[in-house]
């Protein structure tokens, strides 16, 4: 589980343009189960996954991770838990690394490579063995049947294709929370639909999930289980346990 | 001046390592004063950045002072031509007195800057970045004694002009030179030997201790320290002459050189490896406790204690080796 | 270890396949790079090879040579001083030395005249240089009208003409006899120009110089140490002056590397920003970056070495050699023996990769850190 408290987040602090994109939101996210951050562009969705995911730091606030598996080393004797405020980078990295798998709204795949490529440059910085990780890469393409399409380059696939492809991508390294921001927006309501069933599918194998998004196929579907309102970089809402 | 290439390469690299050095002293001081791990805050972000682009630099200046040393002294070999009387080197550096100084500091700061990375790399396991201050404090000791460095140098190769009479090897480390590599070739070789084989029993024996039992780190840091001392005198002294065959040739860079199979880089890497590991655990010693870290130093410090021992052992057998088959007997 | 080891290789492979994506960019910077490395091997490689050469040359010089000064300037030596000489404890051997110069007004050259008991050289016949043979077209058998100092018209037969191969040292020479130098010189009988002196210990050299020195005041001893000293430092000095020149291409093309590693594209700033996205971290990015720099330096350093070695040895080093070998009006022609150490790799290196790796660090560590947050609004 994914806790949150007090977090904000304030750019330009002091400058003119100072801008709170997150303010004083605390929340918990259930292990196992989907919850969506509704909200339109500009209510914090981005910089509250961003914070949760490991890739930013709240400027107050703090997050706890509990049931963390992995043998971090700064853990108390005995607990499950983990801050992760005022972690420096490398060891978010390693958090980030082994916990969570993202989905971007622009899908973020590099161009000029492979789809294949692309699907294991996440697991080439661990250290593990080139033969080990390209076997799951090339099992997760067929699990979502775009294994046909692996040494193709990513600019020849259609929306749907880069969604799975993005979607391998965020599995390759077996985190247990993936994180999506907008993850249909480039989609029709079909393939949106689709994404939902992936995303109850990886629910079943035990993920956690965190959605971002405004589109009604998102918040509305039935496989959701928790809905947080965010306005303003504040929490409206939510239904669904907390 | 002489404007021999190796020289200006090495001005050339006196000034990158300076000039890189400061710049890392100058974040260096920022981070001092304003670091703050608790805050979220942009600054802090910024000068946890700055972290990564300081252990860059320093990683890249221990490597350029290690290749400048010997580069160093292989340009002063090269020189030795230019001076009358100067039969290698040593001759070359005795040409002003800005050349010994040189030599020495760089060694010192070679040794500095390895102890230095030893530190920085435990901070960085510690997630809490616990040794910050201290090592930048430290850093902040470093910098000048870089910049030091290279005025020195600039000032020996200043004041280098071909056909300057200089004392050769023989004079300077002969035994009848009052000068400072005189004395310890002047060193009986008898107690030196002895010496030097009780030093490296001893650094072994606590070695071994300390690798075995977790205890004992000072004593085994502080003998390491002491042998390397012991071991650079004693190849003055008298490693040297079983290498050159000559019961009167105590100088210390002619095993650099092609005809004795470039023996002296292996002799010194293993000399100064140890050198800077054994001093590392010495370092490392009062953050055993520290929160963060309790996991991480002891078993930092049993692997530098496994390169310390190594090196050592690599160094007394090549010196032993030599002495067993060498033509020459010292009386 | 090992979990290093497939870190480092994963990110170099990611590291090839990114520079072979941006050809254009990398193949430009390694062409200028390899420029640079070439334009610094070329110039260490040549300036080596000849002072090698000129050691080797002297090699067979004589131990110290005695010349007599008048009021400064070089005067001839007294027979006289052979016999004083030779009684000086050490010395094996004196011998007297006849040479000039013979200034020659048809092309303006000036030929070293050396007397020389070879037995080719007979009264009337000469050997001579290469460069000698060149410069006035002659071959074996020609007759040559040598212009004495009295006005007097000396014919000589060339009797044969050095090979190519010793152009180093006796291209623009001429060997006579004793006689024929006599009359072309008008020298005076019972003088030499200079004595060779061989001593039994080399060590002893510069006390029976000074001996030398205190029997004949106006005396001038010169070591053949002193002489090799004197050439390196021309060489050095030359090949440094080179150097100095070549200096401020170094220059521009460090400003050119930063320039270019600074100025990423909005391409290549995307691709870290999902690199650091996805997992990267900072130290892997600097890893991606530094070995970025090391693939371009070391195939830069390698190949300009390659080439230079090639220009130097084979081609004779036509860009440089004008400005290392000297001014004459005679060139000898020679070919360098090669001489390549590791000691001229490490300065190359030093003056090369290190320097670049320098201007480079700061763009790749910017590069590097790149916040992923704001990858995620790309």
Redesign the interface.
Known sequence: MIELSGITKTFNSGQPNQFTAVNNVSFAIEPQRITVLKGPSGSGKTSLLAIIGCMARPTTGRIFLHGVAAALPFRAEGSDSVEITGLPERFLNEIRRSTFGFIFQQFNLVKGISVLENVMLPAYPTGEARTDFRARAVKLLEQFDIARHAGQRTELLSGGELQRVAIVRALINNPSIIIADEPTAHLDSRLSHDFMSIVDQLKGEGKTLLIASHDPVVCDSAVVDTLVDLRDGAVVQSRGPL | MILHPAVLALLLIALLVSGMGSYAGYYGLRIQRFWNPASGSELQLELERKTYLISTIMNGILVFELMSLFLFVFTAEDLHTLFAGAMCAAGSLAVNPFGYPTLLLKIVNFLFAGVWLIINHVDNRGYDYPLIKIKYKLLNLLVPLLVLESVLLFAYFAGVKPDIITSCCGSLFGQNSGSFSGDLAALPHRPMQAAFFSSMVVTAISGIFYYLKGRGGYLFSAASVTTFIISAASILSFICLYFYELPSHHCPFCLLQKEYGYIGYVLYAALFGGAVAGGGIGVLMPFRQVCSLVQVVPAIQRRLAVVTLACYLLFTLMVVWKMVISTLTLG | M???I??H???L??TL?SLL?RKGKNGSLLAVYLLVVFL?AS??FY?TALKREA?AILDDAPDLVVQRLMAGRQDLVPAAFVGEISRIRGVTRVKPRWWGYYYDSVNGANYTVLVSDDPAVTPGRVAVGAGVARARNLAVGDLVPLVSYDKKPLMVEIASIFPHRSDLVAADMILMTAQDFHLLFNFPDGQATDLAVSVRNPKELPTVAAKIVALHPDARPILK??M???Y??IF??R???T??VL?SALLSFIIFAWDRATGLSA?ERR?I????????????V?LLK?WEGTVISLTAYLLGTVLAYGHVFFLSAPLFAQALKGWSVIYPRFQLVPVVDI?QL??LF??TV??Y??AT??P??RA??T???A????
């Open positions: 090992n979990r290093s497939e870190r290789l994963n990110i492979d990611f396949a994506r610094l110039l260490q300036v050691s140490s002193e090799l000293r004197t390196q430092s050095d000095w090949g440094g002056m150097l100095m200096a391409e691709e920003g999902i690199l650091k996205s996805i997992g990267w971290e900072t130290s892997d600097l530094l000691y490490a300065v030093f003056l290190v320097p790796t320098t660090v700061v790749c560590w590097a850190t916040d992923p947050d990858a995620m609004r790309i």
